[in-house]
């Protein structure tokens, strides 16, 4: 079992930057690839960036590429979501998730472990 909570969140003027946080417990995160999804109101919850369980292959949405870097600390036991150049459309709850899967993926059924949710509103 492991247990992920989100970072604060908040609201973030259109071209600004944010840091996402997820921290663990239970289990070591190293076991488990890990990933960032996002639900927007109206839409379907949708991926936005994996990371290999030593963090060496990583994978982003087409939506996000170049602006969000994902990285993680094992040793921390910490997952990271840098959001650069932010716009309002990637305004959502974002969640971090685990998944046992060997090589990281982007099927969000494929994650079993998820956080609560942390709200980005991206608005001047």
């Known amino acids: 079992q492991v247990q992920l909570v989100e970072s604060v969140g908040g609201l973030v003027q259109p071209g600004g930057s944010l840091r996402l946080s997820c921290a663990a417990s239970?289990?070591?995160?190293?076991?488990?690839?890990l990933g960032w999804l996002r639900h927007a109101p109206g839409k379907e919850r949708e991926f936005a960036a994996a990371?290999?369980?030593?963090?060496?292959?990583?994978s982003y949405a087409d939506s996000v590429k170049g602006r969000f870097t994902i990285s993680r600390d094992n040793a921390k036991n910490t997952v990271y979501l840098q959001m650069n150049s932010l716009k309002p459309e990637d305004t959502a709850v974002y969640y971090c998730?685990?998944?046992?899967?060997?090589?990281?993926?982007?099927?969000?059924?494929?994650?079993?472990?998820w956080g609560q949710g942390t709200q980005v509103t991206v608005s001047s």
């Open positions: 998730a685990a998944t046992s899967s060997a090589v990281i993926t982007t099927n969000s059924g494929q994650y079993v472990y």
């Open positions: 239970g289990r070591a995160l190293s076991n488990y690839a």
């Open positions: 990371i290999s369980r030593r963090g060496s292959s990583t």
